[in-house]
């Protein structure tokens, strides 16, 4: 049985599995390089800035688009429309303005140094060279940042990339900085609540009903919700879980994340100087409620969803959700939101194989990662040369197999079809580098020099740091395909990102499994798909069969909408769209914007995502709350 995305080509260490229905974005042609490196970057830039704005003062989209190259990018969120948009090619980006944009100027940001205009390199190889800076973008509804890049084009400047990033809206600035709250009313105030009192009536929401209800307190609800308290939107989380941090501490038992510090920050509470650069599942857990609790975030644990109906005339929801108080009372609510996050992670129900006889095996457990607790939990025999068989060679599975070795099990991972691999340290040299570092830039700028590419030109870069990566990783991708591991280079050769844009998943972040797998401690069954499920074993398609005490199927996860399918039933589910790969512009497929259903936004993703993405829906929802769009 096939599990997961469709092989659309194959050829050598090229894998093109891409998420069902979505496309395999082209590659970005690389500009010319600039010829003249000792060019006035500053005089440049400002003269096509100029240029710009007083073009948009006169409306004459037209000579906006002529400052493009024939095949120049402008990626857009929320500044000229309320989506998420990438246009390319001068033409093009015409006829998008000519269809009503809400951007009134562009300026350049020169608040620090490393903002302003500068010439550098673009590509990891540093053959191309052009000129680039921060922008400010002032829109009719708030203002944003965003980033600019210019090459030379048959001896004119002109502009390549251009990206354009909502950050407020005007009225509704967020309270932080000088913009704080004051936090007390001094003087004598008659029947006074304390700060404690405060909070309690705001989370319990007796007299009222949240504006947005956030379903799920992982990083992706967490975020969503840190995003509108800043906002001023009255939201609740609510999830099934006895404690904030429960989705990550209850994983298995050696989980560490394999994303350095400095990638995973949250919003608004970045970690402590003193966190460790990798950061275990309970260590994280604990932050988690840290963090909801110093952002004063409003969560029902051991709360589920008992039903749920749309009102098209009303613009909200009938929510019926079921909560076990501390004392395990039962109570029932009914809540009206007129917005609802899905937040429930990126990926939906857990992907476990109909294998043939799966309810015959005899041995001490079959289960899906999601449920495994951990090597050695579920029997008091002495492990040690037990059998473990893992389905799965991507990051649970690697991770599983690692636990079954160290607690002295005989160990057997079944890899049916290829696998990119990086090393940890390969990922924090080269992938993340300067900009997601000990001494890198302010973390808002490292988003957007990474989100300020357009998904072709991204690839394109991936592509050359592919190049780099598989050198810099040759003993590890050598030894294991001497072991009869295969692997791939992520689709075009353009690597794990975004193989992981393109199919969420198919990965592995090597912190240590690889060396299992190359030593020989760790056996391999590779590109066999697994036929049946023996009392003490696995029968596979060509008729070999192997013995185990333990069998955990890490096969992964289906589409997030199938989440969605399942809280919100087969009406809404048909309206909501495939989640997760590229569209035809290069944006992700349904998520972060409008899903096809009003009032139902999906969020998710890996930390860095959640991050930035949160604000993009943040924004969308106070928009729409304040009537400045339509729902």
Same mark, same amino acid.
């Given at each position: 049985?096939? @599990?997961?995305?469709?092989?659309?080509?194959?050829?050598?260490?090229?894998?093109?599995?891409?998420?069902?229905?979505?496309?395999?974005?082209?590659?970005?042609?690389?500009?010319?390089?600039?010829?003249?490196?000792?060019?006035?970057?500053?005089?440049?830039?400002?003269?096509?800035?100029?240029?710009?704005?007083?073009?948009?003062?006169?409306?004459?989209?037209?000579?906006?688009?002529?400052?493009?190259?024939?095949?120049?990018?402008?990626?857009?969120?929320?500044?000229?429309?309320?989506?998420?948009?990438?246009?390319?090619?001068?033409?093009?980006?015409?006829?998008?303005?000519?269809?009503?944009?809400?951007?009134?100027?562009?300026?350049?940001?020169?608040?620090?140094?490393?903002?302003?205009?500068?010439?550098?390199?673009?590509?990891?190889?540093?053959?191309?060279?052009?000129?680039?800076?921060?922008?400010?973008?002032?829109?009719?509804?708030?203002?944003?940042? !965003?980033?600019?890049?210019?090459?030379?084009?048959?001896?004119?400047?002109?502009?390549?990339?251009?990206?354009?990033?909502?950050?407020?809206?005007?009225?509704?600035?967020?309270?932080?900085?000088?913009?704080?709250?004051?936090?007390?009313?001094? !003087?004598? @105030?008659?029947?006074?609540?304390?700060?404690?009192?405060?909070?309690?009536?705001?989370?319990?929401?007796?007299?009222?009903?949240?504006?947005?209800?956030?379903?799920?307190?992982?990083?992706?609800?967490?975020?969503?919700?840190?995003?509108?308290? /800043?906002?001023?939107?009255?939201?609740?989380?609510?999830?099934?879980?006895?404690?904030?941090?429960?989705?990550?501490?209850?994983?298995?038992?050696?989980?560490?994340?394999?994303?350095?510090?400095?990638?995973?920050?949250?919003?608004?509470?970045?970690?402590?100087?003193?966190?460790?650069?990798?950061?275990?599942?309970?260590?994280?857990?604990?932050?988690?409620?840290? =963090?909801?609790?110093?952002?004063?975030?409003?969560?029902?644990?051991?709360?589920?969803?008992?039903?749920?109906?749309?009102?098209?005339?009303?613009?909200?929801?009938?929510?019926?959700?079921?909560?076990?108080?501390?004392?395990?009372?039962?109570?029932?609510?009914?809540?009206?939101?007129?917005?609802?996050?899905?937040?429930?992670?990126?990926?939906?129900?857990?992907?476990?194989?109909?294998?043939?006889?799966?309810?015959?095996?005899?041995?001490?457990? @079959?289960?899906?990662?999601?449920?495994?607790?951990?090597?050695?939990?579920?029997?008091?025999?002495?492990?040690?040369?037990?059998?473990?068989?893992?389905? !799965?060679?991507?990051?649970?599975?690697?991770?599983?197999?690692?636990?079954?070795?160290?607690?002295? =099990?005989?160990?057997?991972?079944?890899?049916?079809?290829?696998?990119?691999?990086? !090393?940890?340290?390969?990922?924090?040299?080269?992938?993340?580098?300067?900009?997601?570092?000990?001494?890198?830039?302010?973390?808002?700028?490292?988003?957007?020099? $990474?989100?300020?590419?357009?998904?072709?030109?991204?690839?394109?870069?991936?592509?050359?740091?592919?190049?780099?990566?598989?050198?810099?990783?040759?003993?590890?991708?050598?030894?294991?395909?001497?072991?009869?591991?295969?692997?791939?280079?992520?689709?075009?050769?353009?690597?794990?990102?975004?193989?992981?844009?393109?199919?969420?998943? *198919?990965?592995?972040?090597? +912190?240590?499994?690889?060396?299992?797998?190359?030593?020989?401690?760790?056996?391999?069954?590779? *590109?066999?798909?697994?036929?049946?499920?023996?009392?003490?074993?696995?029968?596979?398609?060509?008729?070999?069969?192997?013995?185990?005490?333990?069998?955990?199927?890490?096969?992964?996860?289906?589409? /997030?909408?199938?989440?969605?399918?399942?809280?919100?039933?087969?009406? +809404?589910?048909?309206? $909501?769209?495939?989640?997760?790969?590229?569209?035809?512009?290069?944006?992700?497929?349904?998520?972060?914007?409008?899903? *096809?259903?009003?009032?139902?936004?999906?969020?998710?993703?890996?930390?860095?995502?959640?991050?930035?993405?949160?604000? /993009? +829906?943040?924004?969308?929802?106070?928009?729409?709350?304040? *009537?400045?769009?339509?729902?």
């Amino acid at each position: 049985m096939t @599990i997961g995305p469709i092989p659309v080509t194959v050829a050598g260490k090229t894998t093109r599995q891409i998420a069902p229905g979505s496309v395999n974005t082209p590659i970005a042609r690389w500009p010319s390089t600039a010829k003249n490196t000792a060019v006035d970057a500053d005089a440049i830039s400002s003269k096509i800035i100029d240029s710009l704005n007083q073009s948009l003062e006169r409306n004459d989209n037209v000579s906006v688009a002529q400052l493009f190259c024939s095949e120049g990018y402008w990626r857009d969120h929320l500044c000229l429309t309320w989506d998420l948009r990438t246009i390319k090619g001068n033409n093009k980006i015409a006829a998008f303005l000519d269809d009503g944009h809400n951007l009134k100027k562009i300026e350049i940001d020169r608040s620090e140094p490393n903002r302003g205009p500068r010439l550098c390199a673009f590509n990891p190889h540093e053959t191309v060279k052009g000129i680039q800076f921060f922008v400010i973008a002032t829109t009719k509804n708030g203002s944003g940042r !965003g980033l600019m890049n210019l090459v030379e084009d048959a001896g004119q400047w002109k502009i390549w990339t251009c990206f354009t990033s909502l950050d407020e809206l005007t009225g509704f600035e967020e309270p932080i900085g000088p913009n704080r709250a004051k936090g007390v009313q001094h !003087g004598a @105030i008659a029947s006074r609540k304390n700060w404690l009192d405060r909070r309690r009536d705001e989370v319990e929401f007796e007299n009222s009903s949240p504006d947005v209800l956030v379903i799920g307190a992982g990083q992706a609800g967490l975020t969503i919700h840190a995003r509108l308290k /800043m906002l001023g939107v009255p939201t609740l989380i609510v999830d099934a879980c006895d404690e904030v941090g429960d989705n990550w501490r209850n994983r298995y038992h050696q989980l560490v994340l394999h994303d350095p510090i400095w990638y995973d920050q949250m919003p608004y509470l970045e970690f402590p100087k003193f966190w460790p650069i990798y950061t275990p599942k309970d260590k994280l857990a604990g932050y988690f409620k840290a =963090y909801a609790e110093m952002l004063e975030l409003n969560i029902w644990t051991k709360t589920t969803i008992e039903s749920t109906k749309w009102d098209d005339s009303k613009g909200q929801w009938t929510i019926v959700v079921k909560r076990k108080h501390a004392n395990g009372s039962i109570e029932s609510r009914v809540l009206h939101p007129k917005h609802v996050v899905q937040a429930t992670g990126h990926s939906g129900k857990k992907n476990e194989p109909n294998f043939k006889g799966w309810e015959n095996f005899k041995g001490d457990v @079959i289960c899906h990662s999601s449920e495994f607790k951990g090597a050695g939990k579920y029997s008091s025999r002495n492990q040690k040369g037990k059998k473990a068989i893992v389905v !799965g060679s991507c990051n649970s599975a690697m991770d599983i197999c690692q636990a079954f070795y160290e607690e002295g =099990y005989d160990v057997t991972m079944v890899q049916r079809t290829s696998t990119a691999i990086i !090393g940890a340290d390969t990922i924090k040299n080269l992938l993340l580098g300067k900009l997601y570092c000990e001494d890198g830039p302010p973390i808002d700028d490292a988003d957007l020099l $990474v989100w300020g590419w357009p998904a072709e030109v991204l690839k394109a870069a991936h592509q050359q740091l592919t190049k780099i990566q598989i050198e810099q990783d040759k003993p590890i991708l050598d030894g294991l395909e001497k072991a009869g591991f295969k692997v791939d280079y992520g689709p075009d050769d353009c690597g794990i990102l975004i193989k992981y844009f393109q199919r969420g998943g *198919g990965y592995y972040f090597d +912190v240590g499994s690889c060396h299992l797998i190359i030593d020989g401690k760790v056996k391999v069954k590779q *590109g066999q798909e697994v036929d049946e499920v023996l009392p003490h074993g696995l029968r596979f398609a060509d008729g070999s069969e192997l013995e185990a005490d333990e069998i955990v199927v890490a096969t992964g996860y289906q589409n /997030m909408r199938t989440a969605t399918r399942q809280i919100f039933g087969d009406e +809404v589910g048909d309206r $909501v769209g495939d989640v997760w790969g590229f569209d035809n512009e290069g944006e992700m497929r349904t998520i972060w914007k409008r899903s *096809g259903q009003p009032g139902l936004w999906l969020h998710g993703g890996n930390f860095a995502m959640c991050r930035y993405f949160s604000r /993009m +829906v943040a924004l969308q929802i106070k928009a729409q709350l304040e *009537g400045m769009t339509a729902l």
